[in-house]
Nanobody
């Protein structure tokens, strides 16, 4: 299993970013996937999840209405569209299966600051 996150960066409060997670080494469409994040000084935490077919999604309350998780099974890629970003969204973002049992990738840094 290999998971490679990308798309992070520095953005002002209220801005948007789209994260991508390129997956390989497994049958991507067979697995529900999730995004996690780790803020400075905090433990890694669940952000959003999506089932294998992409029709069922779930979000932590703090990102509901602002973030959208999606996937393209033809491209073996997971996405996280993040809108109306806040300073508290600053973190390293990771993708993994639901439960986070696979080896973690390097993550992608998201910094929300003016």
């Amino acid at each position: 299993v290999q998971l490679v996150e990308s798309g992070g960066g520095l953005v002002q409060p209220g801005g948007s970013l789209r994260l991508s997670c390129s997956a390989s080494g497994f049958t991507f469409s067979s697995y529900a996937m999730s995004w996690y994040r780790q803020a400075p000084g905090k433990e890694r935490a669940y952000v959003a999840g999506i089932n294998g077919a992409g029709g069922i999604t779930d979000y932590v309350d703090s990102v509901k209405g602002r973030f959208t998780i999606s996937r393209d099974n033809a491209k073996n890629t997971l996405y996280l569209q993040m809108n109306r970003l806040k300073s508290e969204d600053t973190a390293v973002y990771y993708c993994n299966n639901v439960g986070g049992s696979w080896s973690w990738g390097q993550g992608t840094q998201v910094t929300v600051s003016s």
